[in-house]
């Protein structure tokens, strides 16, 4: 299995990964956010979270973090989502995430992360880069695809 750089535009980090699950298992992962804690590889994400089982557009979620070794939490809005292809959510930051599923076959899916700062201001985005954000979500995306296709080939 081997994780893979996508180019998505400025300020987007995204990678993607070939996953051994159908899109519909995976989007029921991804669409609940109170199982994004089994997704998470950065080590940030809480187990305690407030929101509905199933996203939906408009649908907001807090996630209990920690990062840095401070608790934190936030309230995020499904910004797109499309049944068994996308779900997407702005952070109270501006910046959003993004996973994209491409069936390839009915039990293989092409799993694309993207950590998406190019919608918060200039500003903004230069103090996501010098505090090393980009680098950092690019490590978590590429730990969250391995440990999400290792998952799937277990299970």
Not at 36 to 52: A, I, K, W
Not at 85 to 92: D, I, N, Q, S
Request: glycine share 10%; no cysteine.
């Amino acid at each position: 299995m081997t994780v893979e750089q996508v180019e998505q535009g400025p300020r987007q980090i995204a990678r993607t990964v070939e996953v051994p699950a159908s899109a519909e298992d995976i989007f029921a992962l991804v669409a609940d956010p109170h199982r994004h804690g089994e997704l998470d590889g950065s080590g940030t994400v809480g187990g305690t979270v407030s929101g509905p089982r199933r996203l939906t557009q408009g649908a907001k979620f807090s996630v209990a973090m920690k990062q840095f070794g401070f608790p934190y939490r936030f309230t995020s809005t499904v910004t797109r989502i499309e049944d068994g292809r996308l779900v997407e959510w702005r952070h109270p930051a501006g910046h959003r995430w993004r996973w994209e599923l491409t069936p390839l076959t009915p039990t293989s899916t092409r799993v694309t992360e993207t950590f998406d700062y190019s919608t918060v201001p200039a500003v903004q985005g230069k103090v996501y880069e010098l505090l090393g954000f980009p680098r950092q979500n690019a490590a978590g995306i590429e730990a969250t695809l391995r440990q999400l296709a290792s998952r799937s080939a277990g299970a």
